[in-house]
């Protein structure tokens, strides 16, 4: 709790909230402080932001915690305020983390910018498409519509899906697996 609990109350400074005021908002300071310190530690240890493998997982928790205060109303960049409170807090444990800190704070808010970029685009492309489902008085999402946010914006499936949960709408997923089978299976071919 002593190297997670400073960042959860940064990030509560930054967004203008007080923790347990809420319990939404609590669950996703809380998200945000454990992605934080997990995300800091594995770029400690060599990691970089990518596609496959452990590259992937950290990823994932640096995207989680800016779209979480994104959630909490925090449109700027959040990882400059919030991850040196967690390099302050490992550093005693972990002396890697200050001379490694040049090399993870470039990666870090580079791979927040970019997809602070693909957010809003996202964002936007979701949006439609979930005010189309309810136009047409459906509960789901497309499955061509969702490939399109991931194929086209690289907007990552697992946000669209945590963002249609969030609005009571399901997503083709099968039809998503299916249509990225079938580009895997064309690139195989070419």
């Known amino acids: 709790i002593d190297e997670i609990f400073p960042v959860i109350t940064r990030a509560a400074e930054v967004a203008g909230i007080a923790y347990g005021a809420d319990a939404q908002s609590d669950v996703r300071?809380?998200?945000?402080?454990?992605h934080v310190r997990s995300a800091l530690m594995l770029m400690t240890d060599g990691v970089t932001p990518g596609n496959e493998a452990r590259g992937y997982v950290?990823?994932?928790l640096?995207?989680?915690?800016?779209r979480s205060m994104r959630l909490?109303?925090?449109?700027?960049?959040?990882l400059?305020?919030?991850l040196p409170v967690s390099k302050d807090l490992m550093s005693a444990s972990y002396p890697d983390v200050v001379s490694q800190w040049p090399r993870v704070s470039q990666v870090a808010y580079a791979e927040e910018e970019s997809f602070r970029r693909t957010l809003v685009a996202g964002t936007q492309i979701f949006g439609l498409?979930?005010?189309?489902?309810?136009a047409e008085n459906r509960t789901e999402i497309s499955a061509d519509r969702a490939f399109a946010l991931h194929?086209?914006?690289?907007?990552?499936?697992d946000i669209t899906l945590e963002m249609a949960s969030e609005q009571g709408l399901q997503v083709d997923s099968a039809g998503f697996r299916?249509?990225?089978q079938e580009q895997k299976d064309r690139g195989k071919a070419d």
């Open 29 to 34: 300071l809380r998200v945000v402080g454990d």
């Open 58 to 60: 950290l990823r994932r």
């Open 62 to 66: 640096l995207r989680r915690s800016v």
């Open 72 to 78: 909490l109303g925090v449109h700027d960049p959040v």
């Open 80 to 82: 400059p305020e919030l």
């Open 129 to 134: 498409a979930a005010g189309q489902a309810r």
């Open 151 to 157: 194929d086209t914006y690289g907007f990552p499936f």
């Open 178 to 180: 299916r249509l990225m």
